[in-house]
């Protein structure tokens, strides 16, 4: 049974990273939106922050779809984030300035939770279900302000309720006031691409020790929206681990102001070997793991560009882990 319970729960990672790049880019209308607020848990009944950030994709004048990473701070013996689809429907009023909407999807969590058993700590995963409502108003120069209201609801663990405010920008220029509906402009392949990159690594345990880290990349764009890349990655010596392999994704990913900014989400198996600690000593194996990475790349030349990375290692044992690179690339 737990063979098989196990099993499941991979299956479910992967169909829930997998489900983070479903979405095309069929429109060419998107928001992004930074917000911070206040959370109140369920259980064990008491309060903290929240913050994260959301890219939407507006479908048209009243439907939307949205990809949104969500940390929800620091509760007894649980440290909790994760990344949300949702669908939206909104609409306008004040001649386009105010947007008031209601959106509904899936929540991908990652709970560092503190341990009963001998473990100090487990990495659980499961899914969630999140219900929002938001309110925006439009200024004139692309900005935008909003309150959001977040219900999450979670069968295996806690529920929590957020209000946040936000501030966000509209990465197209609309062609009327008020939140976007239509596109105006294009984006542009990601061609070849080498990119060298450091940064720290933190081990999501109840402590998060961290360690210098650097990869290497290879990227190619499959047309305007879709890349592969190929990496390395080593994650350097914690106090828990020490961990190093290569990784292989899928990317969604779209560029924006005349191809000086893209932005994407990929998505692959990382094969590593790692060497950590258990009862009686270490272990060092090769195991394979999801690799969800957010990334963020602006062009400084026609070749030269600078990227930044958020790299989430989604494992089976207990040993996820956020690395941060960012880094010089070059373009052909």
């Known amino acids: 049974m737990e063979k098989k319970q196990c099993r499941l729960a991979r299956m479910s990672r992967w169909v829930a990273a997998l489900g983070s790049v479903v979405f095309v880019s069929t429109a060419h209308a998107q928001e992004l939106t930074v917000l911070g607020g206040w959370l109140r848990a369920d259980r064990p009944g008491e309060s903290a922050y929240s913050w994260g950030f959301t890219y939407l994709q507006a479908l048209d004048e009243h439907n939307a779809l949205s990809y949104s990473w969500i940390n929800e701070g620091h509760v007894q013996d649980n440290h909790r984030d994760g990344f949300a689809l949702q669908y939206w429907r909104r609409a306008a009023f004040f001649d386009r300035r105010l947007s008031l909407a209601a959106g509904v ?47 999450i609801l979670a069968p295996r663990s806690y529920n929590t309720f957020s209000a946040m405010f936000g501030i966000g920008y509209e990465l197209d220029k609309p062609n009327t006031r008020g939140s976007l509906s239509g596109g105006t402009s ?22 998060s020790p961290g360690a210098f880290a650097y990869g290497f990349e290879y990227r190619h764009g499959f047309g305007r929206y879709f890349d592969g890349t190929i990496s390395w990655i080593d994650e350097g010596h914690t106090q828990l681990n020490t961990r190093s392999g290569a990784a292989a994704q899928v990317w969604l ?37 999801v690799l969800l990475t957010m990334s963020a790349a602006y062009n400084l030349t026609r070749h030269w560009y600078v990227r930044a990375s958020w790299n989430r290692v989604m494992t089976s044992y207990d040993k996820d882990s956020d690395i941060y690179l960012g880094g010089f690339g070059y373009r052909f």
Do not use: C
Request: proline share 2%; charged share 25%.
């Open 186 to 207: 294009d984006s542009v392949s990601s061609g070849n691409q080498i990119t060298a990159m450091a940064g720290t690594t933190e081990v999501n345990s109840l402590r």
């Open 253 to 289: 990913r779209r560029s924006f102001f005349n191809d000086k900014l893209s932005l994407g989400v990929g998505v692959g198996p990382y094969y590593a070997t790692d060497t950590h600690r258990i009862k009686d000593g270490t272990d060092t194996s090769g195991r394979v793991s």
């Open 105 to 151: 999807g899936a929540y991908s969590y990652f709970d560092t939770e503190s341990s009963v058993d001998d473990k100090p700590y487990i990495d659980s995963h499961g899914l969630a279900a999140i219900f929002s409502l938001s309110a925006t108003w439009f200024a004139d120069d692309r900005l935008f302000y909003q309150i959001r209201l977040n219900e």
